[in-house]
């Protein structure tokens, strides 16, 4: 079973050379520790940078210069700040290639759900619908099953929807399944240590499991 | 022409109770200090607020709350203040949440002189409800676009870093964020910056907002510059 880690460094090798990509809150920041060597991308932050770089060093950080999450951040050379218009212009126009982020709940059609929870504090959705109605590419970090131990991978969302038929990608602490156009959940890969069996148990929704599931590699 | 007035104070006349504001800013990054310390002492009530947040309890918008100054607050992301959490679960404060980018559009519009916009952000969502879908082919793809209306505050406020007497402003690192936006949309709109230089002063080249948008500029007393979420690493 995969930590929160493992599943950022497997997510990190869907990034490609040349990529622009923009990274939620959360294990998806983490992918940004896992880039290969030699894979050179632009970091995307939607409340205005190309090119964000590391944490500053103590003492360098900086108020006017933070990412979406609020956190200080640097700049790589390269890097342009702008507008918050701009910023959904470009991911609007499918510039970015690649989003991820994480979620509560994913539909076997692609649907899915991660701003809201009835009779809990609703804080907003942020820049999330914004980016699962425009992007092409996005890869949802998320829990295969939540606390009680329920599939978090349904046939429909019970949550309140952010966006539809938009996730093409999940990876887990289980694995990695694809989410095919004509619905389902195609398995691609296993945790290291994990049975197709496993998988099928914590997926509600249609799991499609063609021919013999790989173990992920992830060095 | 000189848009300059004395101090934030100076900067809100002719603010009522009950007006629509917008104001800059992501997080406490970027916010018009001044000018909310000046709305606290003014007590103008039933304010509608349009900003991506809400503050913190003790800072940026989180005054205005603590002493209910802010009927409505129309943001995108508002999980930082517990006070703004009471208010709302008691019902004495009405919330629209609405994606960020639409934000962001919807007060671009009001500055371009565009009546509304198409955005895919909320479709199929609860965003949705009550309003006008269009499906567009466009970019290759054929989908449905929520019809959203552009924002038209009647007082927008931002900071910038510099700014000329003519308005003319430039903003420092990610403060810009919503500012220009925010700056664009209002029927008046006030500008604090922390230097206030004379024209030809700033190269025309880099100005990100020119001061046709701008009703009034003062320059702030002094920024706080609050860190919501200091994270730094090691040398």
Redesign the interface.
């Known amino acids: 079973m995969l930590d929160k880690n493992g599943i950022a460094k497997r997510i990190a090798k869907e990034i490609k050379d040349g990529y622009y990509v923009n990274l939620g809150i959360g294990i998806p920041t983490l992918c940004a520790n896992y880039i290969p060597q030699g894979v050179n991308v632009v970091l995307q932050?939607?409340?205005?940078?190309l090119g964000m770089g590391?944490?500053?060093?103590?003492?360098?950080?900086?108020?006017?210069?933070?990412?979406?999450?609020?956190?200080?951040?640097t700049l790589l050379p390269g890097a342009a700040?702008?507008?918050?218009?701009l910023?959904?212009?470009m991911?609007?126009?499918?510039k970015v290639n690649l989003t991820i982020l994480g979620a509560m709940e994913v539909s076997e059609n692609g649907?899915i759900a991660n701003w809201k929870i009835p009779g809990k504090?609703?804080?907003?959705?942020?820049?999330?619908?914004?980016l699962v109605?425009?992007a092409k590419n996005i890869i949802v970090a998320m829990q295969h099953v939540n606390k009680a131990g329920e599939s978090k991978l349904l046939p429909s969302c019970t949550l309140?929807?952010?966006?539809?038929r938009c996730v093409k990608k999940i990876v887990t602490e289980l694995g990695v399944l694809d989410v095919l156009p004509e619905g389902g959940f195609k398995l691609l890969e296993r945790a290291p240590g994990i049975s197709v069996e496993h998988i099928q148990n914590a997926t509600a929704g249609k799991l499609i499991v063609d021919g013999e599931i790989p173990e992920m590699i992830l060095d | 022409m000189n848009k300059t007035v004395k101090n934030a104070d100076e900067a809100l006349a002719g603010l009522e109770d009950g007006m629509t504001l917008a104001l800059g800013g992501f997080g406490l990054c970027g916010i018009p200090e001044n000018s909310i310390a000046a709305l606290v002492k003014k007590g103008k009530k039933n304010l509608t607020c349009i900003s991506n947040n809400a503050g913190v309890d003790d800072f940026g918008l989180g005054l205005l709350l603590q002493k209910k100054l802010i009927k409505k607050m129309i943001s995108s992301y508002v999980g930082e203040n517990a006070e703004f959490e009471r208010q709302m679960l008691s019902g004495e404060l009405e919330v629209d949440l609405i994606p960020q980018g639409t934000l962001a559009t919807r007060l671009m519009a009001g500055g371009y002189g565009m009546p509304a916009i198409f955005t895919p952000a909320g479709v199929g969502t609860e965003v949705a409800e009550g309003k006008e879908v269009r499906r567009f082919k466009f970019n290759g793809e054929e989908k449905d676009y929520l019809m959203e209306y552009a924002f038209e505050p009647d007082f927008s406020i931002v900071k910038a870093w510099k700014g000329d007497t003519m308005g003319n402003l430039i903003f420092r690192m990610t403060a810009r964020n919503f500012s220009p936006l925010v700056a664009m949309a209002g029927k008046i709109t006030i500008a604090e910056v922390e230097e206030l230089v004379q024209p030809g002063e700033l190269n025309p080249q880099e100005i990100h907002l020119p001061g046709i948008y701008v009703t009034r500029i003062f320059q702030g007393e002094k920024y706080e510059k609050r860190i919501e979420q200091r994270t730094v690493r090691k040398r």
């Open positions: 932050s939607e409340n205005g940078i590391p944490f500053p060093f103590e003492g360098d950080e900086d108020a006017d210069l933070i990412n979406a999450g609020k956190q200080t951040v700040i702008f507008d918050s218009a910023s959904f212009g991911i609007r126009a499918q649907d504090m609703v804080k907003g959705m942020g820049g999330a619908m914004d109605a425009s309140p929807i952010t966006g539809l």
